[in-house]
């Protein structure tokens, strides 16, 4: 991603989607003095465009061997993985023109799907999401693809909020996770909300 426009998105994070306060609730358990809304950024259509481009541009190529479908977690991985499988229809890069979705608990209606668009057994899958904290939702994604037969190419998210997540999605799955961006590019912001 070229610097100017990583610039803006951090920029766009910071002044949208970064939210500061005292006792704010985390999805992982336990509360924290800031929260990033990142739906702010992945329902925003120059933003998402900015993130698929960086998947595509700077993930993928790094992935060895290359991953052949891209999905996550809903809704963390929603909208990101919609936008990855159209840039990439767009390019003609077809193995990440097609992404998948795993949800919380089996549809009860219907197919009754657990993973949307399940990959066919073997698929090397990137996962992405939105915020990795503890890792727990992305964690939860792996073990349901690793159960359907695929294997985890890497793992990508647009904010690694510092704690243990990172770490122990690399141990336990052995790939690497990529993230955009992590609290050190906000620390101004971050600071100033210290000093009130």
Not at 125 to 132: N, T
Not at 148 to 176: F, P, S, T
Request: with cysteine; hydrophobic share 45%; charged share 25%.
């Amino acid at each position: 991603m070229k610097n100017e426009s990583r610039e803006k998105l951090r920029l766009f994070f910071a002044e949208q989607c970064l939210i500061l306060g005292t006792g704010i609730k985390l999805s992982a358990g336990g509360s924290a003095s800031f929260y990033f809304d990142c739906k702010r950024a992945t329902l925003n259509g120059e933003c998402l465009i900015t993130v698929a481009d960086w998947i595509l541009d700077d993930i993928a190529p790094a992935l060895s061997p290359p991953a052949d479908f891209l999905g996550g977690p809903t809704m963390g991985a929603d909208f990101i993985a919609a936008a990855v499988a159209v840039r990439a229809a767009e390019r003609g890069m077809d193995s990440l023109s097609r992404a998948c979705i795993v949800r919380r608990e089996t549809k009860e209606y219907g197919a009754q799907n657990f993973i949307e668009n399940a990959p066919p057994s073997g698929a090397r899958v990137l996962v992405v999401e939105d915020v990795i904290t503890t890792g727990g939702s992305a964690s939860r994604a792996c073990e349901a693809l690793l159960k359907h037969g695929c294997e985890i190419a890497g793992i990508a998210a647009l904010i690694d909020r510092g704690n243990i997540g990172r770490e122990v999605l690399e141990q336990k799955y052995r790939v690497k996770v990529h993230a955009l961006f992590n609290p050190r590019d906000f620390a101004a912001w971050l600071e100033r909300e210290g000093e009130q």
